[in-house]
């Protein structure tokens, strides 16, 4: 069964920590995305990756395919980085498209 | 450019009853999905199109749920008899090509079924 697994469930940091958040997943994956849910649903892509590292602004994510795991970083943390992030994979077999998600990791950063 | 467009925002209905629910996708995108969210977990696709066909519902409960994107462009999707494990939010989402590319998401629809 394709499955994606993020850990924490939940986050709380202090403004200016270095955040990771985690997702394993299961084989043959022709894709990882991740994306950032705000409170009232809205959804947005972050990255997609199938290799190696991606960077935008303070966000880092990274992908082991290997040991079947993908990393997203934030560095300097802010509280407008308070959101649910969520990760999720594009399997092969069926439609490329369709996304197997994460349960997601709601991250709180007080100031 | 304008995003991916939903309506309505939010609906309050009593089990039994049907609902309906649009989505404009971005100009020029072949591919649209519909999703539900259940509150705590991640999205679920429900129903996956590229242009008017039907790519993927092999998790739709057709039972109760059908959608259609006629001319493909726009989207229905709706709910009738609804239930009360149809509380979620409706995520509708396109991209480009069905490929495994980036999606966009629009605000979703948060149904309360009473």
């Known amino acids: 069964k394709n499955e994606v697994e993020q850990s924490p469930q939940n986050l709380t940091a202090q403004e200016g920590e270095f955040i990771t958040i985690n997702c394993s997943y299961s084989?043959?994956?022709?894709?990882l995305h991740w994306l950032q849910q705000h409170p009232g649903g809205g959804i947005v892509s972050l990255f997609m990756?199938?290799?190696g590292k991606k960077k935008h602004g303070r966000l880092i994510a990274t992908i082991n395919i290997q040991e079947k795991h993908s990393s997203l970083h934030i560095t300097a943390s802010h509280p407008r980085d308070s959101a649910v992030y969520i990760c999720?994979?594009?399997?092969?077999?069926?439609?490329?498209?369709?996304?197997?998600f994460g349960k997601g990791t709601k991250l709180s950063v007080k100031p | 450019e304008a995003g991916v467009a939903q309506s309505p925002r939010y609906k309050i209905i009593e089990k039994r009853q049907s609902v309906a629910f649009w989505c404009n996708p971005i100009?020029?995108?072949?591919?649209l999905y519909w999703y539900q969210q259940i509150l705590g977990q991640g999205p679920k696709l429900l129903i996956q199109?590229?242009?008017?066909?039907?790519?993927?519902d092999s998790q739709l409960p057709k039972d109760r749920f059908s959608a259609e994107r006629l001319k493909g462009v726009d989207s229905t999707l709706k709910i009738q008899p609804a239930k009360l494990e149809d509380s979620a939010v409706y995520l509708c989402?396109?991209?480009?090509?069905?490929?495994?590319?980036?999606?966009?998401f629009g605000p979703g629809t948060r149904l309360l079924v009473l």
């Open positions: 989402a396109s991209s480009y090509t069905s490929g495994v590319e980036t999606q966009y």
């Open positions: 084989v043959g994956i022709s894709a």
């Open positions: 990756l199938s290799s």
């Open positions: 999720a994979a594009s399997y092969y077999g069926g439609s490329q498209g369709n996304l197997i």
């Open positions: 100009s020029g995108h072949a591919t």
């Open positions: 199109f590229q242009n008017n066909g039907v790519v993927d």
